[in-house]
């Protein structure tokens, strides 16, 4: 099977290199990724400076491209000029910190994967809570094994899971909970300081808002303790809403 890896974390983050050692028993796995990290770059791609393209030794001595650019560009770029033949996987991961709630739509780990659902192949996100001692090696395992029922069990409709594991230093996980996307922020702030020429400066902190008791969704089943897949979708069309809108019956009086 051709794999295609890639990730928001850069080529020489721990978590890919991981994932690939995991997938290489399922196949031939081609490394392209960012040069450097891309985290929180969501579906962003580059369009205005030219895309160097480097030969990148990874840390097991597998080679892989590293690419100045975005981690779409890296799927983009993979699928129409560096692999010879489409791929027939796309995995981005192992991401260092969890892809769940809002995190979801700034996540470029999410994006690349979504990128390679736009050419219909199947894809999978994967990314592993943050921890102390984050186990990445059986993070992607755990990924590799629900990517082998993913692809023995799709239909055509379901090309694109998001998986999240959790801290695997508290023990196995309890189970894989399949769980809606939610809805919660971040419960964020910014952080002013002044630089060392007394300019002030901001920086983003906070994290993931905790889900209300009784609730399903990626956020709650990850602190629980499962392994969580939720199915994405990009098509962001409200089409409940279509019909309601319709009925506004926008005109061009007033332009
Ligand atoms: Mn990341």
């Given at each position: 099977m051709r794999i295609l890896l890639t990730n928001d974390d850069g080529i020489m983050a721990p978590g890919i290199l991981a994932m690939r050692r995991a997938?290489?028993?399922?196949?031939?796995?081609?490394?392209?990724?960012?040069?450097?990290?891309?985290?929180?770059?969501?579906?962003a791609i580059t369009l205005t400076v030219p895309i160097r393209i480097h030969r990148v030794t990874l840390g097991d001595g597998a080679v892989g491209y590293g690419v100045e650019g975005r981690p779409a560009?890296?799927?983009?770029?993979?699928?129409?000029?560096?692999?010879?033949?489409?791929?027939?996987?796309?995995?981005?991961?192992?991401?260092?910190?969890?892809?769940?709630?809002?995190?979801?739509?700034?996540?470029?780990?999410?994006?690349?994967?979504?990128?390679?659902?736009f050419y219909g192949i199947p894809a999978v996100a994967?990314?592993?809570a943050d921890a102390d001692a984050v186990d990445f090696d059986g993070a992607a395992r755990l990924v590799r094994g629900l990517v082998r029922q993913f692809l023995a069990k799709r239909g055509e409709q379901a090309t694109l899971l998001n998986i999240n594991v959790p801290d695997l230093s508290r023990g196995l996980p309890r189970g894989?909970?399949?769980v809606p996307q939610s809805l919660k922020g971040w419960r964020e702030a910014w952080e002013r300081r002044d630089d060392p020429r007394g300019r002030s400066y901001y920086w983003l902190i906070g994290d993931v808002e905790t889900e209300d008791a009784g609730i399903t969704s990626d956020v709650a089943a990850l602190a629980d303790g499962y392994v969580t897949v939720t199915p994405l979708k990009f098509d962001l069309t409200d089409h409940g809403r279509l019909d309601e809108v319709r009925g506004w019956d926008f005109s061009l009086d007033g332009v």
């Open positions: 997938l290489a028993e399922m196949g031939d796995v081609t490394v392209v990724a960012p040069t450097t990290p891309q985290s929180a770059i969501g579906h560009d890296c799927v983009k770029l993979a699928v129409l000029e560096l692999m010879p033949e489409r791929p027939e996987l796309v995995v981005s991961g192992v991401n260092l910190g969890a892809n769940v709630g809002i995190n979801v739509l700034y996540s470029g780990t999410v994006a690349a994967a979504v990128e390679a659902a994967a990314s592993v894989v909970r399949v």
